[in-house]
Nanobody, 125 residues
Framework: QVQLRESGPGLVKASQTLSLTCTVSGGSITTGVYYWGWIRQPPGKGFQWLGAISYSGRTFLRQSFESRTSISRDTSKNQITLQLSSVTPEDAGVYYC?????????????????RGKGTLVTVSS
């Protein structure tokens, strides 16, 4: 079955760029009609979606993060990458990559049911 695994630094300094990679196994990120993306859960808060990339390579970025977020993919490695620049302590939390059958839409909760175990990110000031 399809499995996702997040990887990246657990600690990032404020103002730096956070880079996380999601490695997908058991299926290709280019087959089927799926959207692969990133969500996060800050301590004590709900899930927030950040961005996604479709099976065809189209990207979707949440408006509030658009200026400092990029999503890309490496189809040869079956990986999805998130880059979040100018991080602050408010960017700390658990970051998950996931797969969803629908594209993110403004005002609609986008929460992949199939996702990795998550990776904890701490931002030092």
């Amino acid at each position: 079955q399809v499995q996702l695994r997040e990887s990246g630094p657990g600690l990032v300094k404020a103002s730096q760029t956070l880079s996380l990679t999601c490695t997908v196994s058991g299926g290709s990120i280019t087959t089927g009609v799926y959207y692969w993306g990133w969500i996060r859960q800050p301590p004590g808060k709900g899930f927030q979606w950040l961005g996604a990339i479709s099976y065809s390579g189209r990207t979707f970025l949440r408006q509030s993060f658009e200026s400092r977020t990029s999503i890309s993919r490496d189809t040869s490695k079956n990986q999805i990458t998130l880059q979040l620049s100018s991080v602050t302590p408010e960017d700390a939390g658990v970051y998950y990559c996931g797969r969803h059958p629908s594209a993110p839409r403004y005002g609609v909760t986008w929460l992949p049911l199939l996702r990795g175990k998550g990776t904890l990110v701490t931002v030092s000031s």
